[in-house]
């Protein structure tokens, strides 16, 4: 398969140089001075944040990254029920009726050992987690992935408090990436990028001392073993989680400094709910992810979408869809969201928690049951009774979405940055 997910003049040009497109967008930024640029990393959970991501784009005239998890798109379906030859279609597809012609990179996000939900509840061994990675990485190339996330930091057979020193991670990153060029250049595809690290303070690089150390230790065995590989991104920790909404601009800074020091980008985890988003290009973030904000956005506007649908049920007598009580129910029998307490709610029932904290765990939680027949089919008859009231339900879901999606691209200066950079490239040859 392997086939390039968009026929853009930047990639043309990528290929021609021999480049993964990735790198070739970055290198980019060093020349762009004041209007440097962070890449946005849209996780794809699910079709109207496909669609809308696209959309916006397009209007922009930037590139977007796209970005699945183990536990999102994988051999099994993950929670979307895609694999990543679905995904890949599915986002092809999209971008054709979006008439998108820009950069479409595709990545995976986080693909290390027991970094799927049931690696861990199942036990699995080291040697099971790496089995079904290398199955996963070899699905991801297969289908035509730019950019893969190595994310080696995590080991549940550690003690409690203990962390894999440096070294670990390191030989554990290089065995990926080696097995993923192997597989590349066994069925002729063109080069692609490399993302390392974690920001997670279990197991991550998270003081600045470590992660330098990581970098040294990286190229020093990448060089030994004779790979000719180099991540484009390393991930930082930047003070950023689900719960901090500011970037350390100092600590972010200091960051990007040494890893310009060995020729790659600080990726951002966790943008969603950052406040000073505009700080990201200021401080010379090569690109940051964004997942559950997408989530919450599309949870907000259907909520507010099956009041409007009840006040007319109540007008005219018509069956209301109940959607929001269908997606609670779903989101509560998942399970997921209890990977997301804290310490002091942990073994508590769902009912239990606070209003605040169950409102946020359903607002993020959504993206991990949108796919379930029973949600679809509510949204659906949500979405039939809105539009015999003369409400077009998806197109307001996407216009919230579009909003939230600008407010990202804005920020981080990625307005015309395509005809930027052919600009650019002319200019240098």
């Known amino acids: 398969m392997n086939e390039s997910i968009d026929k853009s003049r930047i990639r043309s040009f990528a290929l021609e140089k021999g480049v993964p497109i990735t790198r070739f967008i970055l290198k980019f930024n060093s020349l762009m001075d004041k209007s440097r640029f962070t890449l946005l990393a849209v996780n794809a959970n699910s079709i109207l944040t496909i669609k809308s ?106 003690h409690k408090n203990e962390v894999l020193d440096v070294d670990k991670i390191v030989a554990r990153t290089v065995e990926m990436i080696e097995f993923s060029e192997e597989v590349r250049k066994s069925k002729g595809f063109p080069k692609i990028d490399y993302e390392v690290g974690t920001e997670e303070v279990s197991g991550g690089l998270t003081s600045i001392e470590r992660f330098e150390e990581f970098l040294v230790k990286l190229r020093r065995k990448l060089v030994e073993k004779q790979i000719d590989v180099w991540p484009c991104f390393v991930v930082g920790d930047i003070g950023t989680s689900l719960y901090e909404p500011k970037l350390d601009f100092n600590r972010a800074k200091e960051l990007v400094s040494v890893a310009g020091k060995y020729d790659c980008f600080v990726k951002g985890h966790y943008t969603d709910f950052v406040k000073n988003l505009e700080l990201y290009p200021e401080a010379g973030m090569g690109g940051a992810n964004v997942g559950p904000k997408f989530t919450q956005v599309e949870f907000d506007t259907l909520e507010r979408l099956e009041q409007i649908e009840q006040n007319l049920s109540q007008e005219k007598s018509f069956q209301a869809s109940n959607f929001i009580k269908v997606l609670y129910d779903s989101i509560v029998e998942s399970g997921r969201w209890r990977k997301w307490l804290f310490k002091h709610e942990e073994g508590k029932r769902f009912e239990e928690l606070t209003k605040m904290r169950k409102k946020w765990l359903l607002q993020t939680g959504a993206r991990y049951v949108w796919m379930k027949e029973d949600v679809k089919r509510a949204r659906e008859h949500l979405y039939s009774n809105l539009k015999l009231n003369g409400v077009d339900g998806e197109k307001i879901v996407l216009n919230s979405l579009n909003r939230a999606m600008s407010r990202f691209f804005k920020a981080f200066r990625l307005g015309n940055l395509n005809n930027r950079i052919l600009k650019l490239n002319r200019l240098i040859g």
């Open 53 to 158: 991501a696209l959309a916006t784009a397009k209007r922009y005239d930037a590139p977007i990254i796209f970005i699945t998890t183990l536990n999102q798109v994988d051999l099994d379906g993950g929670y979307t029920g895609w694999n990543q030859y679905d995904f890949v279609k599915i986002v092809l597809e999209e971008s054709k009726k979006a008439e998108f012609e820009g950069p479409i990179i595709l990545a995976s996000d986080h693909y290390g050992p027991w970094l799927k939900d049931r690696q861990i509840v199942e036990r699995w061994s080291y040697d099971e987690c790496i089995k079904w990675l290398q199955k996963s990485i070899g699905a991801c190339i297969d289908a035509g992935y730019d950019l893969l996330h190595i994310d080696m930091t995590k080991d549940i057979e550690l």
